[in-house]
């Protein structure tokens, strides 16, 4: 028995407008496909959880978690339209071939663009040491906003594949966002300056900060407002678009602080003890921990007082360091002075009557 008809059978019948041969080279390239895409799958899934595990990496975890949302049957829908490209389809089949492979792939590439987006709002706002409620608020509320923007990008990508004329639909967006842009303004640049808190780190939960009249501990930074808890202990909620346009005054991030003071002491202070003041106010200040001393001068003949200003630094932004520190210079000077003769000012009158 020979072959000849068989082969001749498999190029010259017809089933569905397609030869045997060409079903038996789709059949083939379908397992080929989806044997590739397997062994690329395993191979892909092995190599990176060997190098999640050697270097601990937090990029090794992500791929690997991107390559585990593909699931079995994505698989072999691309391996099946892979093969199909062989065979002479109808356009009913063709078409909803093609419509089922254009929403299964745009929707595992929202999954995949969501992932990414999480991982890289989780990642910011890890740096911004937010924890608890503030730090739910500030993810979900991101993810919310992204996601919206992920979707509508892909619902226009889906109906431009679908051969609708998407022009007409982005004219009604951008009208649409003009007008939800002029009525929301105010909340969009909340929206806005949100983000640039989050990226740009003016402050940071826990950090005191002075904004006009409000001063206080910065509680919590949400999409549209920040809370502060002031000094008396009230709650303040202040939007993030006043906030930044303010003037804001961090104190806690102050590598070391400055301070001025003045002191007085009376006329009848004699010169050589004049001279010696600068010196007794410095010996106060370096013998104090965490100051730096700067400079003691004799400034001004004023009315009640001979003045003498003075500047060191507290090499910490503490309030409370600087208030025990400055205290205890303050007393010290006060020693000096007292052990020298020496007399503060204070506001006095001298009358003279000529009889």
Same mark, same amino acid.
């Given at each position: 028995?020979?072959?000849?008809?068989?082969?001749?059978?498999?190029?010259?019948?017809?089933?569905?407008?397609?030869?045997?041969?060409?079903?038996?080279?789709?059949?083939?390239?379908?397992?080929?496909?989806?044997?590739?895409?397997?062994?690329?799958?395993?191979?892909?899934?092995?190599?990176?959880?060997?190098?999640?595990?050697?270097?601990?990496?937090?990029?090794?975890?992500?791929?690997?978690?991107?390559?585990?949302?593909?699931?079995?049957?994505?698989?072999?829908?691309?391996?099946?339209?892979?093969?199909?490209?062989?065979?002479?389809?109808?356009?009913?089949?063709?078409?909803?071939?093609?419509?089922?492979?254009?929403?299964?792939?745009?929707?595992?590439?929202?999954?995949?663009?969501?992932?990414?987006?999480?991982?890289?709002?989780?990642?910011? =706002?890890?740096?911004?040491?937010?924890?608890?409620?503030?730090?739910?608020?500030?993810?979900?509320?991101?993810?919310?906003?992204?996601?919206?923007?992920?979707?509508?990008?892909?619902?226009?990508?889906?109906?431009?594949?679908?051969?609708?004329?998407?022009?007409?639909?982005?004219?009604?967006?951008?009208?649409?966002?003009?007008?939800?842009?002029?009525?929301?303004?105010?909340?969009?640049?909340?929206?806005?300056?949100?983000?640039?808190?989050?990226?740009?780190?003016?402050?940071?939960?826990?950090?005191? =900060?002075?904004?006009?009249?409000?001063?206080?501990?910065?509680?919590?930074?949400?999409?549209?407002?920040?809370?502060?808890?002031?000094?008396?202990?009230?709650?303040?909620?202040?939007?993030?678009?006043?906030?930044?346009?303010?003037?804001?005054?961090?104190?806690?991030?102050?590598?070391?602080?400055? =301070?001025?003071?003045?002191?007085?002491?009376?006329?009848?202070?004699?010169?050589?003890?004049?001279?010696?003041?600068?010196?007794?106010?410095?010996?106060?200040?370096?013998?104090?921990?965490?100051?730096?001393?700067?400079?003691?001068?004799?400034?001004?003949?004023?009315?009640?007082?001979?003045?003498?200003?003075?500047?060191?630094?507290?090499?910490?932004?503490?309030?409370?360091?600087?208030?025990?520190?400055?205290?205890?210079?303050?007393?010290?000077?006060?020693?000096?002075?007292?052990?020298?003769?020496?007399?503060?000012?204070?506001?006095?009158?001298?009358?003279?009557?000529?009889?």
């Amino acid at each position: 028995m020979t072959l000849g008809p068989f082969l001749d059978w498999l190029r010259g019948a017809r089933i569905l407008d397609n030869t045997p041969l060409a079903y038996l080279y789709a059949l083939t390239a379908f397992a080929a496909a989806l044997s590739a895409l397997y062994l690329l799958k395993n191979l892909g899934l092995g190599r990176l959880k060997a190098v999640a595990e050697k270097t601990g990496t937090d990029l090794g975890k992500l791929a690997l978690a991107l390559l585990e949302k593909f699931q079995w049957f994505e698989y072999q829908l691309a391996a099946l339209y892979a093969a199909t490209r062989h065979l002479e389809l109808s356009r009913t089949f063709d078409r909803t071939l093609n419509t089922i492979v254009l929403f299964v792939f745009t929707y595992r590439a929202i999954t995949l663009a969501q992932h990414l987006l999480s991982y890289w709002i989780n990642r910011i =706002v890890s740096k911004q040491e937010l924890s608890g409620e503030a730090r739910d608020s500030v993810v979900n509320g991101t993810q919310v906003v992204l996601r919206v923007l992920v979707w509508i990008a892909a619902a226009l990508f889906v109906l431009d594949n679908l051969g609708i004329n998407i022009s007409t639909v982005l004219a009604g967006l951008g009208i649409g966002g003009v007008a939800v842009a002029l009525a929301a303004q105010t909340i969009l640049g909340d929206l806005f300056n949100f983000f640039v808190i989050l990226l740009d780190k003016p402050f940071r939960t826990g950090d005191f =900060v002075i904004c006009d009249e409000i001063m206080g501990t910065i509680e919590h930074v949400g999409i549209k407002s920040t809370r502060i808890r002031s000094l008396a202990g009230e709650l303040i909620v202040i939007s993030n678009s006043k906030l930044l346009a303010s003037g804001l005054h961090n104190y806690s991030q102050m590598p070391q602080r400055r =301070v001025l003071f003045t002191l007085g002491v009376t006329y009848q202070t004699s010169p050589e003890k004049l001279r010696r003041i600068p010196g007794l106010i410095k010996n106060a200040v370096t013998s104090t921990a965490n100051t730096r001393f700067d400079r003691s001068n004799m400034s001004a003949y004023a009315d009640f007082a001979i003045q003498f200003e003075s500047v060191y630094y507290v090499t910490a932004g503490d309030y409370g360091l600087y208030m025990k520190l400055h205290e205890e210079i303050l007393l010290k000077t006060g020693d000096a002075f007292l052990a020298e003769g020496i007399e503060f000012a204070y506001p006095t009158q001298t009358l003279f009557v000529r009889k």
